[in-house]
Antibody, heavy 126, light 108 residues
Framework: QLQLQESGPGLVKPSETLSLTCTVSGDSISNDNYYWGWIRQPPGKGLEWIASIHYSGSTYYNPSLESRVTVSVDTSKNEFSLKLSSVTVADTAVYYC??????????????????WGQGTLVTVSS | DIQMTQSPSSLSASVGDRVTITCRASQSISNYVNWYQHKPGKAPDLLIYGASTLQSGVPSRFRGSGSGTDFTLTISSLQPEDFATYYCQQSYSTPIYTFGQGTKLEIK
């Protein structure tokens, strides 16, 4: 069974860089069929997609965060990471990692986030 | 950007009730809508993809419908384990994604 687990500091100071890692178990992160993504949920708000990365290094970013976000992958450790720079209190959120899969079934071809980690709360505060 | 607007933002209902959650896209997105269920402290679960196809293992009381800009998630007979927050998500503009703001389903 695929499992994803987020890890990283739970408290980050304003203007500093938030760094999180997602460790994948139960499958290789080098599976060509998948991208790996980061999604966050600020307190009392909805979900916001941040970025996705393929093991090859191909990346996609949310345009609203792109200038501050970097995602990377370490295939030797079967993990991928998120860095968000110049954080403010508005970046306080539960951060989730997830697997993005392509579903091709009958007449449907679409992409979904089919496995998620349980999330980690990151608070931005001095 | 494609915006996804869910309504209502919260909903109170009783076990056995039929409930409907709606999601409206800011432009036509064909059937590229997924629905997720999210319980506090847990990982979100994929319920429906392609607007109407149930993910494997999802009970048949969940039904998704819609195309274009208007989509609905219907739960035909609420069970205690269904009280959660539900999100729609568009995959039309893949690899860029947006979610609705969520609908919190609470016990009346």
């Amino acid at each position: 069974q695929l499992q994803l687990q987020e890890s990283g500091p739970g408290l980050v100071k304003p203007s500093e860089t938030l760094s999180l890692t997602c460790t994948v178990s139960g499958d290789s992160i080098s599976n060509d069929n998948y991208y790996w993504g980061w999604i966050r949920q600020p307190p009392g708000k909805g979900l916001e997609w941040i970025a996705s990365i393929h093991y090859s290094g191909s990346t996609y970013y949310n345009p609203s965060l792109e200038s501050r976000v970097t995602v990377s992958v370490d295939t030797s450790k079967n993990e991928f990471s998120l860095k968000l720079s110049s954080v403010t209190v508005a970046d306080t959120a539960v951060y989730y990692c997830a697997r993005r899969a392509v579903i091709s079934k009958m007449h449907i071809v679409t992409t979904v986030f089919d496995y998620w980690g349980q999330g980690t709360l990151v608070t931005v505060s001095s | 950007d494609i915006q996804m607007t869910q309504s209502p933002s919260s909903l109170s209902a009783s076990v056995g009730d039929r409930v409907t959650i709606t999601c409206r896209a800011s432009q036509s997105i064909s059937n590229y809508v997924n629905w997720y269920q999210h319980k506090p402290g847990k990982a979100p679960d994929l319920l429906i993809y392609g607007a109407s196809t149930l993910q494997s293992g999802v009970p048949s009381r969940f039904r998704g419908s819609g195309s274009g800009t208007d989509f609905t998630l219907t739960i035909s007979s609420l069970q205690p384990e269904d009280f959660a927050t539900y999100y729609c998500q568009q995959s039309y503009s893949t690899p860029i994604y947006t979610f609705g703001q969520g609908t919190k389903l609470e016990i009346k």
